[in-house]
């Protein structure tokens, strides 16, 4: 039995900080930000709008694209580095106010490779037969722990929620190979105290290094090659790393995700946003083959190789 993803759905606050409305507040300029990183604006959740919220929209557009009602999902995965309290976790909330049975909920932290951790956890449950249906949510309120008096860190991210319900599917389809990965050596350069701290070369080398990596092992454990993927997306974090690894496979630009000029780095909610976008937009097309890989704090990293 192959696991796939069966419902998609998405949701960014309606709050929109552009490059200019930041040079406002810190000494950036738009320039800088956009040739940088790629980042043109960003959602902002309000006070109000915690990570739990985000993520109950996303989930809720997610079933219903599925088609699949409440008492069908068998399990909950929620992908976040800032869940509205350490517990209980956002999983258990969104278990209750999604009116689901008293299914597995829990909480996942890999940064921004937590979408990537969570559907290959689900995958696990689905293909071994325990479990039919599991709802996977990536999202974030960065926001709240940004250092909105630091720079180097306060451009580069934004708020969102990404969300899949993932199912068995016909043979030869869903997810194909998969890589997990973490080295906590590089914590240092990575992390949060009361907000977040990061030393911004190291991280872009690792992930140059790996998303690139990443994304040939899980074609070459598919079988595959550079030749047969349709679709690459990268975690949102920085258009020069994620062209990196657009070139590492060879691939048009126009095969590639991009969405991080419109939301910054929205860490675990970054690839599922994308997928929905895409989906949406006609770029992913029933039978594609399709490459996501992302990296982030740990450090980690995640690539999974799917067939849609
Ligand atoms: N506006 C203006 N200048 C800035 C800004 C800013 N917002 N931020 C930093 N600078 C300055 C620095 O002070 C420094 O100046 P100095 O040289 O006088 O000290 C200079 O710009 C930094 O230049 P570079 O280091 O050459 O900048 P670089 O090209 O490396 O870009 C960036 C920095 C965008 C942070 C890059 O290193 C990067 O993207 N790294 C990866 C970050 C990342 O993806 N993190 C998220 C991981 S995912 C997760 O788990 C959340």
């Given amino acids: ?180 990965g973490s080295d906590g050596s590089g914590g240092k350069y990575l992390y949060q105290d009361t907000h977040i701290r990061m030393n911004g070369r190291e991280v872009y080398k690792f992930a140059v290094r790996q998303m690139g990596e990443s994304s040939i092992n899980v074609l070459e454990k598919a079988g595959l090659g550079k030749e047969d993927v349709d679709f690459l997306i990268p975690h949102q974090a920085n258009i020069r790393i994620m062209e990196a690894a657009r070139q590492r496979l060879e691939l048009p630009i126009e095969k590639m995700s991009k969405t991080v000029h419109k939301y910054g780095n929205t860490s675990a909610a970054s690839i599922p946003i994308s997928i929905v976008e895409e989906v949406e937009a006609g770029k992913i097309k029933d039978g594609d083959l399709i490459v996501m890989v992302g990296f982030g704090g740990g450090l980690t990293w995640g690539a999974i190789a799917m067939r849609w």
């Fill in 1 to 180: 039995m192959n696991a796939g993803i069966i419902g998609i759905g998405r949701f960014v606050p309606e709050k929109i900080v552009t490059n200019l409305d930041l040079e406002k507040r810190m000494d950036t300029s738009d320039e800088w930000i956009r040739t940088r990183t790629g980042i043109e604006e960003r959602r902002i959740a309000e006070d109000n709008m915690d990570t739990s919220e985000l993520g109950f929209q996303a989930a809720l557009k997610a079933m219903e694209n599925a088609n699949v009602q409440p008492e069908e999902i068998d399990m909950v995965l929620v992908a976040t580095v800032t869940p509205d309290q350490q517990f209980p976790s956002v999983a258990c909330m969104l278990q209750e106010r999604l009116g689901l049975r008293k299914v597995a909920a829990m909480d996942l932290s890999a940064a921004c490779a937590g979408f990537m951790y969570g559907m290959v956890t689900a995958k696990q449950f689905i293909e071994t037969g325990a479990y039919k249906n599991v709802l996977i949510v990536g999202v974030e309120k960065l926001s709240k722990v940004t250092d909105w008096e630091d720079r180097n860190t306060a451009v580069l991210f934004g708020d969102g929620a990404g969300a899949v319900v993932m199912g068995p599917v016909s043979e030869g389809k869903g997810v194909l190979s998969f890589e997990l």
